[in-house]
């Protein structure tokens, strides 16, 4: 269903159980806008068993009014903050929650990169750093659920997991300051918002002039975030250098090893580990062992080697049986 109508589709596992969303809820049951039909009203307390009843009856899409788009991101980040302080929810649905949400507010905000969007993401992340400082199985989760299809706001909230969970075992920085990381790091693609869907999606080979377009996105970014809801440069300096290489040869700047910070060097590895893992419509996933392999031979160079082995001890640790 095309967002111009008045509904637009949200995944079924961004509503959060024993919570009343402020918004009217409905569900497709026939074809086209007339098939759409009221399941909940706004401010009607939604149980556990209602959620596990729809996802029963194989109903993964819900639909809201497209004028509650902003009431819906409100709710969302609102209720992540409650669910993380809820002592009887166990780690793996605490996961399962923050990473659909996550995935939501991110795809959100590619879409329409204002402040309202970017502030949303900034809570998420901020909410992600706090579960993986506090919660030892917090990453253990992630790794298992995270998605192997790839899209940018897929990829992103992969990123910013990957991003503070190596920062956390590397034990480089105080919460506030891997807060700020992990803000940067979920959004460190946002400037691709501003990039022509077209060449974003292209399945072949890209003409120059197309890599040309796409290496505007750091600096893109960092000028949505900067100019809307500014981050500290701890977190821009992510945005704009993940994909500066050690070896002079990545962009915008083609800065050097010593040019680039430790915390671009980390999210330039965890993106490249990302991308090579995860399906896209023109190539399949490699195995995370061949991905690594791949990153400490053919990118030996362009990679910081020491950090590469910090992120094989990481996934070391969580892919053991
Ligand atoms: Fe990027």
Known sequence: MPESLSFIPIPLETLIEESSP?????????????????YREANLFLSHN???????????TVFIRGADRGKRLRYMAGQLRQVMERQNIPTSRKTDIIYGLSKGVVENVMEDPRIENVEICKEVAVQHVAFIISDELAFQNFFKIM?????????????????????????????????VLGMGALLHDIGKSRIDKAIL?????????EFEEIKKHPELGVKIVQDSSPLPAAGANIILNHHEKCDGSGYPRGLNADG??????ITCIVDIFDALTTTRCYKGALPGFSALEIMQNEMRDQVNQALLK???????KVSRP
């Not at 402020?22 to 009221?38: M, T």
């Not at 209602?50 to 993964?60: F, S």
């Open 22 to 38: 402020d918004f009217d809820i409905y569900l497709q049951q026939g074809s086209g806008e007339k098939g759409v039909v009221l």
């Open 260 to 265: 680039i910070d430790v915390y671009s060097k």
């Open 50 to 60: 209602q959620l596990v009843r729809l996802k029963h009856n194989g109903i993964d």
């Open 310 to 316: 910090e992120l094989i001890v990481l996934i070391g």
């Open 147 to 179: 998605s192997y299809d790839y899209y940018t706001h897929t990829h992103s909230v992969n990123v910013c997991i990957f991003v503070t969970a190596l920062i956390k075992a590397l034990r480089l920085c105080d919460e506030q300051t891997m807060k």
């Open 201 to 209: 999606n292209k399945r072949g080979r890209l003409t120059p002039e």
